[in-house]
Structures are given as C-alpha cells and as structure tokens.
C-alpha cells in the first residue's frame, strides 16, 4: 500500500510540474492575460513566427489550434462548447455555414487593410460583398506534370489528357466535384452544371479516358509524384507547389479551357467570444509584408495585391500560381449546388470508378 | 526452458524485423537533411532542434503526457474499487451483469464513444478542453483497469481475508493490507495499460479536445492537408527512446525487487 501512494504522489508531482511548465511556455508569447484569442486553422497552414509577432505587437494572446477538414471544423463549432474567434473554411463550406447561421458579420470599418486585398477577390458568389468572409489563400486545379517521364506532351487543354501516349500514366484526385468538373470544362460546359444531360455528356466523356488512367487516389498522389512513380496528375496547384518542391522536374499546367477557382478564407464564428480581437487579427493577416511573409511560408498563392511587392518576383510572375487576368476569366468557383445535386455528381463518379476496376 | 530450435527463432526474428520495421523507417528519415520521407541526403539533426524550438509541440506534447498521467491514476484508484466490489457481489446474475456492461465499454468502438461524450459535454456545457480530455480518458480506461486487476482478485482465496478478520484486522485493514498488496501487480498493470491506451487515443480525443488543447495524435492528423513534416519524425524517435528507458528501467526495478525479502511488508 505504502509504495501505491509513493507512486500516485510521484505522478501528481510530475503533472504538477507539467503543467507549471506549460503555463510558464504559454506566456512566453510576450503576451499574458485575458485577452486573447482562439484560432482555428488547417495544419501548417500560418507562419508561427507571425503569431508571435501579432502578440508582441496588439498583446493579445493567441491560442492556436489546427483542423484537418471543412467537415470537422464545422462540427467543433456547430456543437457549441468551444468558442474559436477565428476559423479558415473553404469557399462552399463557408455557405453552409452561412445557412446554419454559423458566422457573425464581419465590421469591415476594423479592416483598414482590406484595402490590399486584389478587388478580382472580393464580392464573390458564395459571400456577396464579403460579409462573413476575408479570403486567405487561392488556388486552381490542374494539371501536375513530370516533363521528364514524357516525350514532350504538354496541357494547354484538357484534351491533352486523352493523348493515346499516355496510356496508364494520369492520376485522378479521388474528389467527385473535381473529376467530374474536369469532364464538363473539357467539354465546354460550366463546373457548376446542374444539367444532367451534360452531366451525363461528362461521365462518358470521362469513361473514355479509361485507358489512361492508372489510379484514383488521395494525398498519396504527392508521394507518387515526387518519386516520379506517375508522370501526370489531376491536383490542386497547392498540392502541385508541394510536389516541386520536392521534385524539381515536375511542371503543373491550368487548361484554357476553364478550370477550378477555389479559395480558403478567415471568418469569425458564431461562438467567438473577442470579436475585437478576431478583427485585429484578420486586419493583422492583411497588412502586405506580413501577407508576403506568410505566402512565402505557406507556398499557397496570396489575394493580398499589396503583398506582391514584397514578395519573390520570380513567384508571382509564374502564371502558374499567378495566372493572369485572362486565364483568370476561365476560372470559376465552386458553387453550393445543394444535397440532392451534389448526390448526382457523387453517383456519376462513383459508377466512373466501378467501371475503371 | 529448453533451447529454441531454429525454425521458432528465425520465426520469431521475422515478427519482430515486421513490427519494428515502420518504426526504424521513421527514426531513419528523422535524420534526413532532404525534408521528406524519400531519398535521403545526408545526415542531419535539425529536426531534434526543430522540436525543441517549437514551443507550441512541446506543449501539446506535455498536454498529452498530463493527461495519459492523471488519467491513468484516476481511473487505476476508480477501476481497483470496481474491480473489488464487482468481485465481492454475492448475486451471481448482478455480478456477470455489471461484467458485461463494464465489457461492452471496451469493445464499443471509439467514435461512438468520442461522439456520445461530444453530445454529453454539449449538452451539459462542458467546455471542450483540457477538462473534457481528462474525464473522457478516465472513462475509456476504467474498464480496462478493472479487466485487469479482476483476475488477480479471483486469483486471491476467501480464506485469507477470514483469516484476516479472525486476526482482528478491520475491514480498512483488510482492504489496505490484504486485498491492495496481493492485487498490485494487477494494478500496475492496470495503471500501464491505462497510460499507453490514453497516450495514442485518437478517435475520442478527436471528438473532445476544443478551444486550442489539443493532444499529438490528434495535431499529428491535423497536419494531414499540408504533409507531416520531419519534426514529427524526430519527436516520434524521442518518444521512441524515452519510451525504451522506461522499459528497461521498468525490467531493471523489477529485477532488482525480486529478493528474497520482497515478500515481507512493514
């Protein structure tokens, strides 16, 4: 008996002392006290030096916390019992929560810095005059090539895509929207069709790219790539940064045809407890140079139009991350087609794959 | 013992070579100056230093440990009283009864636990945090203590407790003296087995944790999106290591307790 008690007041000692540490670790920020805030944001997805800059600058304490999709992100705050001042959502997630009425209007009177944000950015169709919303990152979907293991095709179309000489060569991201999507921009026709006789049009057009394709898969599609394991992927240009920067030899391409725009953004949700605070932070997020450095971080490509200026020129000249305002034109953006739509693009694709085994 | 023949050795040196494999592949690249898990450049430890300068890791890698430790406690100190009173239930229908119940807590799966705490601290207004970590990690693992400490409490015969009381002790005594010393072994493997299953929770933790605490498993998944970097490797070799010496220090006590007076307690 006497040694079970020596143990358990080891053990408490011990936690006792963690949790001293802990709190003497949480204020070296600069910044202690009660007023703080609570972020919530993708993995690795903000430059932690900028966080404690933010702290050293406003004194308010940051709490940073870290989601890995829309989907979990939105249950956390939808249940209550957690009070995130800051959360980055995706563009439809962002129109859910819209609708389950999620989000608190942002005062834009606070955001002296909007002004840096690229106005092509801004009053979008899924948060007109972005009220709830303050875009974060943008991307495209594309196409992610390794020049090396092909005889100098190139992707200035989708079509290149169903090229004979690649046969067991392209690799799909296992995402409906985006296959699918593909389809209908290869035929002409909007990503956000909800005419199911050009849905239908897709699928097939999709079905006879069956000999090219080699797999339908997830995040492994970076590992494949970086190894050189398969020479073209469909993939987000996020993705595509990753595998260059691992694998020098890999280009990535937007089709002319029109392709996907897609955006992450900062919004303060419903539960937030320093709404001042979050507006700090987010006009924080905005000011250029430290929009640049976090870009620099991230490797995604920044809205901050100010920001450009302090950024790698050899970066934001590459139309590949960059493109410009022509290409742009042909981009369009995701919108919330409803559950009863979305369950048909999802059927579409997965009879796609049936078909591929 | 007799010697091992061959063929169990080989066998048994490819079980092993299997489960150690990923481990070592990991502790490998850890030192990799390349940045990823593919084609190693040369050797290198900045990843350790990385870990060290991350203070926001090491902080939710202190949280982990902080709540494997409470938690683990609590639920050894709440397990063994269940364990003894499920084992002192005369009405054998009720016994098996409160058994199974307790059984069913372990094989449920974790995501229906984690959701159901979700709705429960919800519903109550717990905030989501270090609180609701730690009181759902008690209640995953107090099943799992009694499961282990009941066998040695049926292992134990009736006769010593009588002896005990016709000696005069109180039933204080009994439990303090008698039941607790001969159980031990049962308890600590109990607490063991406690701490490991709180330390890579996943599924629940995922459900519960809120409002900036977070544990490793759980920032670990989180950093999915974007790719894992080396750091994690680095800190699972660390983990790794500490976990080797306790082991060893574990075997070593053990060894070293085995006297010939052990036995006799004071």
Redesign the interface.
Known sequence: ????IRV?VV??A??AI??F??AK??N?GGASGKNSI?VFN????LD?ALLKQFEEETGIKV???????NE?MMT?IE??????DIAVPSEYAIEKMKESDLLIPIDKAKLPNLKNIDPYFLDLAFDPENKFSIPYFWGTLGIAYNPELLDGQTFESWEDLWDPSLEQEVVLVDSAREVIGMGLNALGYSLNSTNISELEEAADKLRTLQPNIKAIIG?EI??LM??GEAAVALTWSGQAA?MMW?NEDIDYAVPEEGSNLWFDNMVIPRTAKNIDGAHAFINFMLDAEIAAQNADY?GYSTPNLAALDFMDPEVIQDERYYPDEEARNHLEVYKNLGLEMLGTYNELFLGLKMDLQ | MGKLSKLPKLYLAFVFIILYTPIFYLLYYSFNSG????GFESFTFEHYAAVFE???L??IL??T??VA??S??VSTAIGVLGAVTITFIRKKALRNAILSMNNILIVSPDVIIGASF??L??LV????GFA?VLISHIAFSIPIVVIMVLPKLQEMSPSLIDAAIDLGASRRDVL??VI??FI?PG?FAGFFLALTYSLDDFAVT?FV??????TLSV?I???????V?LTINALSGLIFIVTLLLVFGYYAINRKSKNPFSGVR?
């Open positions: 008996m006497k040694d079970i358990s053990i408490l011990v936690s963690l949790i540490i802990n670790l949480a070296t609570t993708w993995g690795e997805y932690p709490i940073y916390e870290t989601f890995d999709s979990a956390k249940q209550g019992g957690t009070t995130y995040d970076t590992q970086v190894n990753d691992d991230v | 940045g990823t898990m593919s991350d203070t926001r090491i902080m202190i949280n440990i902080v430790l409470l683990a406690l979700l709705i601290f919800t207004g717990v905030k989501l609701s303090t003296r607790i010393p031990k308890i995922f944790t809120g409002n900036g605490f977070s920032e998944y989180s950093m999915a999106r974007a790719g970097t004071k």
